[in-house]
């Protein structure tokens, strides 16, 4: 498929940067996106990819970032939902707006995502879409009631499309990233260094992403967690 690209949708300097990357590195064109494609300017011309701005929550940005990218690249192979909200807080502090909000980030935008990536892999009968999930995805604790409901539905989501789409070629993954992923912009930090054991790499989730990408269809996975050896479960 030399004529197919990676879309990753919610892409920051962490985890999104190191997804683009290895989905580069293995041959695809690859667009980023993000609230603000300014952003993601250097990353874009680090992987000779296209950068995108898209509010993830907005169904026509969602339908105009797929037909863009579509144009300027050729067909999604994969698509990644990486975008994130999180506000701590008491559920009797948590406002409407609040809770909506975080909803509309890691819910509906997985929804509209989704959707679309299905929609342009059908006529195909193949391709990949995978789904960023969290901790939150299996547990709500206290304050963390934002984040709980948006990942619940999300993991609900991708669980109803996988059922729905696997016998038609498409592969649909969650990915439980059960603990903090480490900064890997900082000094001293990186595969390696001495605190590698204890926090994720974005590099090394990235591999493991592109690992479900390339999965036979004879052994797909639908749920993968990944954690560092420390973190309690």
């Not at 339908?63 to 994969?78: C, I, K, M, S, T």
């Not at 974005?202 to 954690?227: F, G, M, V």
Request: charge should be neutral; include cysteine.
């Amino acid at each position: 498929m030399n004529d197919a690209s990676a879309l990753i949708v919610g892409v920051g300097p962490g985890l999104g940067a190191a997804l683009a990357r290895r989905f580069a590195e293995g041959g695809l064109k690859v667009a980023v996106a993000a609230r603000r494609a300014d952003r993601l300017a250097a990353l874009a011309v680090e992987i000779g990819g296209k950068a995108y701005g898209c509010d993830a929550g907005d169904e026509a940005a969602v339908e105009a970032l797929f037909a863009r990218a579509a144009a300027d690249l050729g067909p999604p192979a994969v698509v990644v939902y990486n975008a994130g909200a999180f506000q701590r807080g008491a559920v009797v502090e948590t406002t409407a707006a609040d809770f909506e909000r975080a909803w509309r980030i890691l819910c509906l935008g997985g929804f509209l995502v989704g959707r679309a990536a299905a929609r342009a892999m059908l006529p195909r009968g193949a391709g990949t879409i995978l789904f960023t999930g969290a901790t939150a995805s299996l547990r709500g604790g206290a304050n963390f009631v934002n984040l709980a409901v948006g990942k619940f539905g999300l993991r609900a989501l991708a669980q109803s499309m996988a059922r729905e789409l696997g016998p038609k070629g498409i592969h649909v993954a969650h990915v439980i990233i059960d603990g903090q992923i480490e900064d890997a912009t900082r000094e001293g930090r990186g595969p390696g260094s001495r605190v590698e054991d204890a926090l994720l790499h974005p590099d090394a989730i990235a591999e493991a992403y592109w690992q479900l990408h390339a999965q036979p269809r004879n052994a797909w996975t639908q749920e993968l967690d990944l954690r560092p050896w420390v973190e309690k479960f």
